[in-house]
């Protein structure tokens, strides 16, 4: 057990003035689920993870650069819920995210409606697919 007075900090201006609290990282992960709700409505809105742009840099340059033995495919689909494309780039409802695309042949893609991660796999003479169901 951590000592009662390294829980909570209060942190002061140079002026005196109260300026935040500290919690330990013990004590917010007790109290966390909790008050964290409470501290979002208090501010007005709950921060949400920023989406990091699609790497679509990258799909362009996999496309110029990776020499294929069969037709380019812009296909995708997800074995965990079904969803498919038959062409991900002109997709209207965008129902899969870019995560990454190598030279290599590895794209990765994120699948809206599930969550899971696909990987797509472009070897010499093949396609493999493989899908990772989210652990939400």
């Not at 008050?35 to 007005?44: D, K, S, T, Y």
Request: aromatic share 10%.
């Amino acid at each position: 057990m951590i000592p009662e007075s390294d829980k909570i900090t209060p942190l002061y201006r140079r002026n005196g003035e109260l300026h935040g609290v500290l919690l330990s990282p013990e004590l917010w992960e007790a109290v966390k689920d909790e008050i964290g709700p409470i501290l979002c409505r208090a501010v007005g809105m709950c921060a949400q993870p920023e989406e990091r742009p699609e790497p679509l840099d990258d799909w362009e340059e996999f496309k110029a650069y990776w020499d294929f033995k069969y037709p380019f495919s812009a296909a995708v689909e997800c074995a965990e819920c079904g969803a498919h494309t038959d062409d991900w780039e002109h997709d209207e409802d965008h129902n899969f995210r870019l995560s990454a695309a190598s030279l290599g042949g590895l794209v990765v893609f994120e699948c809206r409606h599930c969550k899971s991660r696909i990987l797509k796999r472009h070897f010499k003479d093949a396609i493999k697919f493989e899908c990772r169901p989210c652990e939400d």
